[in-house]
């Protein structure tokens, strides 16, 4: 049986429809001939198709598409797919311990984790402290021909982490010439400066029985600081107090230069009260006074950091392919980046209980008054009955803490593949990948040697202008010297030398993996032939991190770390059956159904199996249906399963922020039986969160199972006779998560406890941690469990329309293709501890997540011009988490002044991208283009955040702002 050719494009539009772009065969340059029958790959099936569609629904980036984007890396392209949210990205990660500078995303909003990219088919290594998802920013772009992305559980074709999709970056084969490509770009506003170079070549040899190719890439993007952006530097947060959701509060920190210590009527280096505490006017450096006022007095604590981290790439990549005999074909491929990244922070903030010891008020004799205490200061401890005094201090003599990382990535495959019999196909591989990151943090003290500095002596007791000496005889022969900290610049070098930290990290992921199938057509039927693909796969994954011997101890300032070690492998058998019922009757040009299954050993977890079944039913030339119910599975990875406290910490909006003895906040009875909340409400009459940065480590959990994804696509494509060349299709996806592998995050043990209404029996807040003396969080502890459910369903609507612009009365042709994604569903429901019940936190419209989303492109090309157009749309959201509380104060209270930001706006961005092609010059064609992204320069909303870098901006809306590209693409 053989279609026309005409309807064959159909199917595979069909297939393909959700991209809006034509995955013609012709145009594949992974189909192959068989015979006289053209085979194409499509991600979503181990089979070949022919004469059918996918049943999934499926979207596609062409070589095309991803240049119209004038996206930099892969990353930053895929995102403009509704279905595709960004993860990872140097946005979001200039803070994180190990993965600052990666670059993923996510299907659905469902985590990173549970999304697999794949390379050609194939797995590889991960490039994050999860070891098993992949940042697209280690990826040669010289390479991708296509991508191709496969909503819904994937488990039963990939293996484990395919629960709500497959991303396959497919790469160019049998690549003749030469590539060379130079771009710059600039933003209007400064920084993410970028430039950089793409080489690619390929020739033929041994009379075109074999092909080599080679790339090599370097490109660099500068950073964005915060003060670049206007946004970024607004110091004011909104208040979540449920009776007052339109307050603005000054975020102006109180840990300042030259240092903040209690008055006469303090009782904490805690200025609650902003008068009884003593420090340096004129940002440190000006006279100690006691009116401290902390809206005039604190520090502007934003502008200096990064909000996009700056990142510099190198990525070699090499393919071999060579014919063996006419059947058997031997291929090796070799990828390789190094991606550098460099994060800058404000100055550590480490306060006197962090360094577990206050400043003392006497010599190491515990008699003679301590030289460098300022007289009023001494005499107000006294007077309160204290010798030491507690104190806040910004440690501007050490410097921005910085961070800097290497992450270097190689991957292999090689192996054999071949035909026989017309049909068949198989092939197989071997593969190993390996990351490797060696990072270095520098800016925070070192808690052992601060408090050796604290405990001096004179030299010489009967010669005190020789000065103070640390006591410790061990210590002063290490370069342990006296330390100051009363105003700026107190701190000598000596001593900065002695206190100042610098950490290191080396991580490493290793996968090793080896795999082969087979595929081909088992007999005709009568509709057409039975297909079949059946194949193993074996994998192992190696993951550890090694700190140095003070971040493992807790010996400074920073996260405590912990050192990891994790290994396991999985080996999978499967097979894949694809059916056809009826061809060419009065209900239907053709019908089919397929399934696939398959069986997984893992060392950790045991056997586990997914499944998948479905069909597609063409009812003639125009209409399309289809539908595929799976089970898809996800194993543990590493992290999860063998992490012993995996180190982060980052800023908590604190639920008994401005709680008083007789507030009526919605958490304001419990935070009131919380005994550190109530003796500082007690002593100060109120109680304001000032935690800065909160301890959040996550443990892992060897006990942990499988979780179980089930999910369910339909949809409909409409391609009207009575328009040619236009698709519609409408998709509709239901996905489910069962025994989710998840640790209650810090912020729901916050939300959980405090909701609550008895502090004393809540499980749940046994978990924070508080400072006895200050009352604020230093610590909030999560582990992974098998405990949660995800939820998420909703439509995806696509349409793609080519014309001639003869058909309009204007020259040249058009494509015209669009996405529109609505979610009616996204959330996750977890156990309430120590309780039956379950807590459901609806994420749908919150911040980063929009219940609408959409994309609209145009093209225009006559002869060698080029323009394109492209509109992304981000709906709608509610700001931060107590978001409903909130909106429930606005309709009780009436209290809804617009600029609480409480509704963050929908956001709508255009780019421009115009090209022309310079034919036949010095023997070859080249291409002078120049873009332009976010033509309207907008950023999103200022979303008044809690102060810490990042907050007052979205990851999902544009922080670059309006952006100029050019360059030149030599072809030969």
């Given at each position: 049986m053989?279609?026309?050719?005409?309807?064959l494009?159909?199917?595979?539009?069909?297939?393909?429809?959700l991209?809006?772009?034509?995955?013609k065969?012709?145009e594949?340059?992974?189909?192959?001939?068989?015979?006289?029958?053209?085979?194409?790959?499509?991600?979503?099936?181990?089979?070949?198709?022919?004469?059918f569609?996918?049943p999934v629904p499926?979207?596609?980036?062409?070589?095309?598409d991803?240049e119209?984007?004038?996206?930099?890396?892969?990353?930053?392209a895929?995102?403009e797919?509704p279905?595709?949210?960004?993860?990872?990205?140097?946005?979001?990660?200039?803070?994180s311990?190990?993965?600052?500078?990666?670059?993923?995303?996510?299907l659905?909003?469902?985590?990173?984790?549970?999304?697999?990219?794949?390379?050609?088919?194939?797995?590889?290594?991960?490039?994050t402290s999860?070891?098993?998802?992949v940042?697209?920013?280690?990826?040669?772009?010289a390479f991708v021909?296509r991508?191709?992305?496969?909503?819904?559980?994937a488990?039963a074709?990939?293996?484990?982490?395919a629960?709500?999709?497959?991303?396959?970056?497919?790469?160019?084969r049998?690549?003749?010439?030469?590539?060379?490509d130079y771009?710059?770009?600039t933003?209007?506003?400064?920084?993410?400066d970028?430039?950089g170079?793409?080489?690619?070549?390929?020739?033929n040899?041994?009379?075109?029985?074999?092909n080599?190719?080679?790339?090599?890439?370097?490109?660099?993007?500068?950073?964005?600081?915060?003060?670049q952006?206007s946004?970024?530097?607004?110091?004011r947060?909104?208040?979540t107090?449920?009776?007052?959701?339109?307050?603005?509060t000054?975020t102006?920190?109180?840990?300042?230069?030259?240092?903040?210590?209690p008055?006469n009527?303090g009782?904490?280096?805690?200025?609650?009260s902003d008068?009884?505490y003593?420090?340096?006017?004129?940002?440190?450096?000006g006279?100690?006074?006691?009116?401290?006022?902390?809206?005039?007095?604190g520090?502007?604590?934003?502008?200096?950091?990064?909000a996009s981290?700056?990142?510099?790439?190198?990525?070699?990549?090499s393919?071999l392919?060579?014919?063996?005999t006419?059947?058997?074909?031997?291929?090796?491929?070799?990828?390789?980046?190094?991606?550098?990244t460099y994060?800058?922070?404000?100055?550590?903030?480490?306060?006197?209980?962090r360094l577990?010891?206050?400043?003392?008020l006497y010599?190491?004799?515990?008699v003679?008054?301590h030289?460098?205490?300022?007289?009023?200061?001494?005499d107000?401890?006294?007077?309160l009955?204290n010798?030491?005094i507690?104190?806040?201090?910004?440690?501007?003599?050490?410097?921005?803490?910085?961070?800097?990382?290497?992450?270097?990535?190689?991957?292999?495959?090689?192996?054999?593949?071949g035909?026989?019999?017309?049909?068949?196909?198989?092939?197989?591989?071997?593969?190993?990948?390996?990351?490797?990151r060696?990072?270095?943090?520098?800016?925070?003290?070192?808690?052992?040697?601060y408090q050796q500095?604290?405990?001096?002596?004179?030299?010489?007791?009967?010669?005190?202008?020789?000065?103070l000496?640390c006591?410790?005889?061990?210590?002063?022969?290490?370069?342990?010297v006296?330390?100051?900290?009363?105003?700026l610049?107190?701190?000598?070098?000596?001593?900065?030398?002695?206190?100042?930290?610098?950490?290191?990290?080396?991580?490493?992921?290793?996968?090793?993996?080896?795999s082969?199938?087979?595929?081909g057509?088992?007999v005709?039927?009568w509709a057409?032939p039975?297909?079949?693909?059946?194949?193993f796969d074996?994998?192992?994954?190696?993951?550890q991190t090694?700190w140095?011997?003070?971040?493992t101890?807790?010996g400074?300032?920073?996260?405590?770390?912990?050192?990891?070690?994790?290994?396991?492998?999985?080996?999978?058998?499967?097979?894949?059956?694809i059916?056809?019922?009826?061809?060419?009757?009065?209900?239907?040009?053709?019908?089919?159904v397929e399934?696939?299954?398959?069986?997984?050993?893992?060392?950790?977890?045991?056997s586990i199996?997914s499944?998948?079944?479905g069909?597609?039913?063409?009812?003639?030339?125009?209409?399309t249906?289809?539908?595929?119910?799976?089970?898809?599975?996800?194993?543990?990875?590493?992290?999860?399963?063998?992490?012993?406290?995996?180190?982060?910490?980052?800023?908590l909006?604190?639920?008994?922020?401005l709680?008083?003895?007789?507030?009526?906040?919605?958490?304001a009875?419990?935070?009131?039986?919380?005994?550190?909340?109530a003796?500082?409400?007690?002593?100060?009459?109120?109680f304001?969160?000032?935690?800065?940065?909160v301890?959040?480590?996550?443990?892992?959990?060897e006990g942990?199972?499988?979780?179980?994804?089930?999910t369910?696509?339909?949809?409909?494509?409409?391609?009207?006779?009575?328009?040619?060349?236009?698709?519609?299709?409408?998709d509709?996806?239901?996905?489910?998560?069962?025994?989710?592998?998840?640790?209650?995050e810090?912020?729901?043990?916050?939300?959980?406890?405090?909701?609550?209404?008895?502090?004393?029996?809540?499980?749940?807040?046994?978990?924070?941690?508080?400072?006895v003396?200050t009352?604020?969080?230093t610590?909030?502890?999560?582990?992974?469990?098998?405990?949660?459910?995800?939820?998420?369903k909703?439509?995806?609507?696509?349409?793609?329309?080519?014309?001639?612009?003869?058909?309009?009365?204007?020259?040249g042709s058009?494509?015209?293709?669009?996405?529109?994604?609505?979610?009616?569903e996204?959330?996750e429901e977890?156990?309430v501890?120590?309780?039956?019940?379950?807590f459901?936190?609806d994420?749908?419209?919150?911040?980063?997540s929009?219940?609408?989303?959409g994309?609209f492109?145009v093209?225009?090309?006559?002869g060698?011009?080029?323009?394109?157009?492209?509109?992304?749309y981000?709906?709608?959201?509610?700001?931060d988490?107590?978001?409903?509380?909130?909106?429930n104060?606005?309709h009780?209270?009436?209290?809804?002044s617009d600029?609480?930001?409480?509704?963050?706006?929908?956001?709508?961005?255009?780019?421009?991208r115009i090209?022309?092609?310079?034919?036949?010059?010095?023997?070859?064609d080249?291409?002078?283009?120049?873009?332009?992204?976010?033509i309207t320069?907008?950023?999103?909303?200022?979303?008044?955040g809690?102060?810490?870098?990042g907050?007052?901006h979205?990851?999902?809306?544009?922080?670059?702002?309006?952006?100029?590209?050019?360059?030149?693409?030599?072809?030969?």
């Amino acid at each position: 049986m053989v279609f026309k050719k005409s309807l064959l494009c159909k199917s595979i539009l069909v297939g393909m429809s959700l991209t809006a772009f034509q995955l013609k065969a012709a145009e594949t340059s992974n189909g192959e001939e068989v015979g006289n029958t053209e085979k194409i790959e499509v991600t979503g099936s181990r089979i070949k198709r022919t004469e059918f569609s996918l049943p999934v629904p499926a979207q596609s980036l062409t070589i095309d598409d991803l240049e119209a984007i004038g996206a930099n890396e892969l990353s930053e392209a895929i995102t403009e797919i509704p279905a595709v949210s960004p993860g990872i990205t140097t946005e979001t990660s200039q803070s994180s311990a190990q993965d600052s500078g990666l670059s993923t995303i996510s299907l659905r909003n469902l985590g990173s984790e549970r999304t697999l990219t794949l390379i050609d088919g194939r797995r590889t290594v991960g490039n994050t402290s999860t070891g098993s998802t992949v940042s697209l920013s280690t990826i040669p772009d010289a390479f991708v021909e296509r991508i191709e992305v496969i909503s819904g559980g994937a488990s039963a074709l990939y293996g484990s982490d395919a629960v709500t999709g497959v991303v396959n970056i497919i790469t160019k084969r049998n690549f003749e010439g030469l590539t060379f490509d130079y771009r710059y770009g600039t933003s209007e506003e400064g920084g993410n400066d970028e430039k950089g170079i793409e080489i690619a070549a390929g020739a033929n040899f041994n009379d075109d029985r074999g092909n080599l190719m080679f790339a090599f890439e370097w490109d660099e993007e500068t950073a964005i600081y915060e003060h670049q952006r206007s946004k970024m530097i607004d110091p004011r947060t909104v208040s979540t107090s449920s009776d007052s959701p339109d307050e603005f509060t000054e975020t102006l920190s109180t840990h300042i230069l030259g240092g903040l210590f209690p008055g006469n009527s303090g009782t904490a280096a805690d200025p609650s009260s902003d008068s009884q505490y003593w420090f340096y006017d004129n940002g440190g450096t000006g006279e100690l006074t006691e009116d401290f006022n902390r809206s005039e007095d604190g520090y502007f604590a934003l502008g200096p950091e990064t909000a996009s981290i700056p990142r510099e790439r190198f990525l070699l990549a090499s393919h071999l392919t060579f014919d063996l005999t006419d059947d058997v074909e031997f291929f090796a491929n070799a990828h390789y980046s190094t991606v550098y990244t460099y994060s800058n922070r404000t100055p550590d903030t480490a306060t006197s209980t962090r360094l577990f010891e206050d400043f003392p008020l006497y010599l190491s004799d515990g008699v003679t008054p301590h030289p460098y205490v300022p007289q009023e200061i001494f005499d107000d401890a006294l007077e309160l009955g204290n010798d030491s005094i507690a104190f806040r201090r910004r440690w501007a003599e050490l410097g921005n803490r910085y961070r800097d990382a290497d992450n270097d990535t190689l991957r292999m495959w090689t192996g054999l593949r071949g035909y026989f019999a017309d049909t068949w196909s198989w092939e197989l591989n071997y593969g190993y990948g390996e990351w490797r990151r060696s990072q270095t943090k520098a800016g925070d003290l070192l808690v052992a040697n601060y408090q050796q500095s604290i405990d001096v002596e004179y030299v010489d007791a009967t010669d005190t202008s020789l000065g103070l000496q640390c006591a410790n005889e061990f210590a002063r022969d290490s370069g342990c010297v006296a330390l100051d900290i009363f105003g700026l610049g107190a701190v000598t070098d000596d001593a900065v030398d002695w206190l100042k930290l610098t950490d290191k990290l080396l991580a490493k992921n290793e996968t090793t993996t080896v795999s082969g199938w087979l595929t081909g057509d088992l007999v005709d039927l009568w509709a057409g032939p039975l297909s079949m693909a059946t194949g193993f796969d074996y994998r192992e994954e190696k993951s550890q991190t090694r700190w140095d011997n003070i971040s493992t101890s807790g010996g400074s300032t920073a996260t405590q770390q912990v050192d990891q070690t994790g290994q396991q492998e999985v080996t999978e058998v499967f097979v894949e059956l694809i059916m056809p019922l009826v061809e060419d009757t009065f209900f239907a040009d053709y019908i089919s159904v397929e399934g696939a299954y398959r069986v997984s050993d893992y060392s950790t977890v045991g056997s586990i199996s997914s499944w998948k079944f479905g069909g597609s039913w063409v009812l003639n030339d125009q209409l399309t249906f289809r539908s595929v119910i799976a089970e898809a599975n996800r194993a543990p990875n590493n992290i999860e399963l063998f992490s012993v406290g995996l180190g982060s910490q980052g800023g908590l909006d604190d639920p008994c922020d401005l709680v008083t003895a007789t507030s009526t906040q919605s958490y304001a009875d419990t935070c009131r039986q919380d005994p550190n909340v109530a003796s500082i409400i007690a002593s100060e009459g109120i109680f304001e969160d000032d935690s800065n940065q909160v301890q959040q480590p996550t443990f892992g959990n060897e006990g942990l199972g499988v979780e179980t994804g089930k999910t369910f696509t339909a949809g409909v494509v409409y391609s009207p006779d009575f328009i040619p060349n236009l698709t519609v299709a409408l998709d509709y996806y239901d996905i489910r998560i069962e025994n989710a592998i998840s640790e209650i995050e810090a912020e729901d043990i916050l939300q959980l406890c405090y909701s609550s209404g008895d502090f004393n029996s809540t499980e749940s807040c046994s978990i924070p941690v508080r400072d006895v003396t200050t009352g604020q969080l230093t610590e909030v502890s999560q582990t992974s469990l098998n405990t949660d459910e995800l939820r998420t369903k909703g439509y995806d609507a696509t349409f793609s329309y080519n014309f001639d612009g003869e058909d309009i009365g204007l020259p040249g042709s058009f494509k015209v293709s669009g996405t529109y994604n609505i979610i009616k569903e996204l959330e996750e429901e977890s156990p309430v501890p120590g309780t039956t019940e379950t807590f459901i936190n609806d994420e749908l419209g919150l911040l980063g997540s929009p219940d609408r989303t959409g994309r609209f492109s145009v093209s225009w090309k006559d002869g060698p011009l080029k323009v394109s157009w492209r509109t992304l749309y981000i709906g709608s959201m509610l700001n931060d988490n107590y978001a409903r509380d909130r909106l429930n104060a606005c309709h009780e209270y009436s209290n809804c002044s617009d600029k609480i930001n409480l509704f963050i706006r929908d956001v709508t961005t255009h780019n421009l991208r115009i090209s022309y092609k310079i034919e036949d010059v010095l023997g070859g064609d080249h291409n002078l283009y120049f873009g332009i992204n976010n033509i309207t320069n907008d950023q999103g909303p200022n979303l008044f955040g809690d102060g810490n870098v990042g907050e007052n901006h979205s990851s999902l809306h544009d922080l670059t702002g309006r952006f100029y590209y050019g360059g030149m693409k030599i072809t030969f």
